[in-house]
């Protein structure tokens, strides 16, 4: 089961900034930092879903509240870019200590345009990931309307964001103005995801061009389509979760996996399972260069990390189904819009109380202006996908031990 402790760290203007530090069992495949989005806190429903879902898939995650927010000492009126900046590298020092070094950084909204700034600081860090982040730091001030003029004028000034009131001194406004972020970019030369959504209306997706723009190759761009830009919907969060650890597996952390050794089978590379060694049954399943978990339920000891074996077989079966249905519609040219397999497994107790059978039972829907004819000659090839007839099958498996 995963971990989490409460901690403190010292800030930049000394004061001491709550954080939390979430870590899968067993050995994590790495660790990261993550910044919150402007005024809010480690625990902004966004920023909670995505570290526990990335400490769900072995990474270890530190997340921590900026000085004078949260649960963090200090007055946030005192704060300035500059010194989210230094709060973060405070926080990546802290995990150096304790042998933990950030090799992943991730932001969200400021606190992605922050952690992009700080790049120069975070010098473990391999690979960053900005979520809905400002390319230009002093777009912030963009929420404080009118009250720009009163806080030049007289130092500082109250308003209103996100239900709250906080105070916003002119050092502020000067701070962000001259923050650098787009060069900070340039320069860093190491990996950068940028994800965002088109129809984000805090920060626009033109800020996202800028810094996809800026960046060096290694390079990669993930719209979030109709996510808000707090992702507020809870599965908007685990697929942002989802592509972060897939991503940052080729830059940021480790797989898990040693695959050198493995050799090809009929020219076809083999499917590797091994064990994480976090919780009792979860595995890596790695096909090629895709990696999932493999798990048990609660019910059965497992932490539900992943999809069952079982599962695994239904979604091998409703695969195949699917795509062998596909290519007979494309090679007769049907009008088939899309098609949609529901697989579920069960043992059923045979006539003569012998072994229990394995039934999987296939529900397939068919989009399209098909006739009924159609329609039928759809099904009937559905029985001729190859894990259909390997199911039917007496197969063979040979178990060796490997040297």
């Not at 930049?12 to 994590?28: D, M, N, R, V, Y």
């Not at 660790?31 to 879903?49: E, G, V």
């Not at 995650?61 to 963090?72: E, I, N, Y």
Request: aromatic content about 6%; some cysteine; overall charge negative.
């Amino acid at each position: 089961m995963a971990h989490r402790s409460q901690i403190e760290i010292t800030g930049s203007l000394g004061h001491k900034l709550a954080a939390k530090l979430e870590l899968p069992a067993g050995t994590p495949r790495g660790y990261a930092i993550f910044a919150h989005c402007f005024a809010c806190s480690k625990d902004q429903f966004a920023t909670a879903r995505i570290s526990r879902q990335l400490v769900q898939l072995g990474v270890g995650v530190l997340r921590f509240d900026f000085t004078g927010l949260g649960f963090s000492e200090g007055d946030f009126s005192d704060t300035t870019f500059s010194s989210n900046i230094d709060d973060l590298h405070a926080a990546a020092e802290w995990m150096i200590s304790r042998g933990m070094a950030p090799t992943l950084a991730i932001g969200h909204s400021l606190g992605g345009s922050a952690v992009l700034a700080a790049s120069g600081k975070l010098e473990t860090v391999k690979a960053f990931v900005t979520i809905g982040s400002p390319s230009c730091a002093k777009h912030v001030a963009e929420n404080f309307g009118p009250h720009i003029d009163k806080i030049r004028e007289e130092g500082q000034a109250e308003i209103q964001l996100g239900g709250r009131s906080i105070t916003i001194k002119k050092q502020f406004l000067d701070d962000v103005e001259d923050a650098r972020v787009i060069e900070a970019v340039r320069e860093m030369k190491r990996p950068l995801l940028v994800m965002h959504s088109p129809i984000d209306q805090t920060v626009g997706i033109e800020n996202a061009n800028d810094l996809f723009l800026a960046a060096k190759h290694p390079k990669s761009f993930v719209s979030l389509d109709d996510s808000d830009h707090l992702l507020t919907n809870r599965e908007d969060a685990q697929y942002v979760a989802g592509v972060i650890a897939s991503w940052a597996t080729h830059y940021a952390l480790t797989a898990r996996m040693d695959k050198a050794s493995v050799e090809p089978v009929n020219g076809q590379e083999p499917v590797i399972v091994e064990e994480t060694k976090r919780g009792k049954y979860e595995n890596w399943v790695v096909a090629g260069d895709y990696r999932g978990i493999a798990d048990e339920p609660l019910s059965f000891g497992g932490d539900g990390a992943g999809p069952t074996p079982y599962q695994y077989l239904s979604g091998a079966l409703g695969a195949c189904t699917s795509i062998t249905m596909r290519m007979y519609a494309d090679r007769k040219g049907w009008p088939v819009d899309k098609l949609s397999v529901s697989v579920s497994h069960e043992k059923i107790k045979t006539e003569d109380d012998s072994s229990p059978m394995d039934v999987f039972s296939r529900e397939i829907s068919i989009y399209g202006d098909l006739d009924e004819v159609q329609r039928s000659k759809m099904l009937e090839i559905a029985d001729k996908c190859p894990v259909h007839r390997t199911l039917h099958k007496v197969s063979a498996v040979r178990t060796t031990e490997s040297t």
